[in-house]
């Protein structure tokens, strides 16, 4: 059943699955497409302004990471390494935190959330994530921040494109 989603820039839209909608370009992504190839979609998801907080999503619709193909599992990989590795060498991230769960209203997607020394205040590990995410979204919302965020995915694009991944 089509759900009406509020996009970090004011739009709205009616759609069956956001990863869907975002993933075969219906929707752009607020920042602009990271990278794509012809199983995966690189994006930021800006309403969680953190620079270098990539959303690796599937183009195909599931939800299990046991559906997915021999392709996917070895394109998938791939992928996750070469963004860690952009992540660290263009945007200088130490850490990374991984998310990904298989109950959720968009189809699979991971979240790779850069670790910075301002979410120590919010604990460790995977009880400070969502109390993070949230800061970010309610506190960081500025234009200072914003501007590193994008700064963030100009860097993250340009890095990935000269790998030319496949
Ligand atoms: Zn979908």
Redo the contacts with the bound molecule.
């Keep these: 059943m089509p759900r009406k989603i509020t996009l970090a820039d004011g739009r709205t839209v009616e759609v069956?699955?956001l990863?869907?909608a975002l993933t075969s370009g219906l929707i752009t992504p607020t920042g602009g497409v990271i990278y794509e190839t012809n199983l995966f979609h690189i994006h930021q998801d800006v309403a969680y302004p953190i620079r270098g907080l990539i959303i690796l999503a599937s183009k195909r619709?599931f939800y299990g990471m046991d559906e997915l193909t021999e392709a996917e599992q070895n394109e998938y990989i791939s992928l996750i390494h070469k963004i860690r590795r952009a992540q660290r060498e263009r945007l200088g991230i130490d850490k990374v935190y991984y998310f990904y769960n298989e109950d959720t209203t968009?189809?699979f997607h991971l979240w790779m959330v850069p670790r910075y020394e301002w979410m120590e205040a919010f604990g460790g590990s995977v009880e400070s994530l969502r109390p993070v995410l949230l800061h970010a979204r309610n506190q960081m919302n500025n234009e200072e921040n914003m501007k590193a965020v994008f700064e963030g995915i100009d860097e993250l694009r340009e890095a990935l494109h000269r790998e030319r991944i496949s």
């Design positions: 069956d699955c990863s869907c619709h968009h189809h």
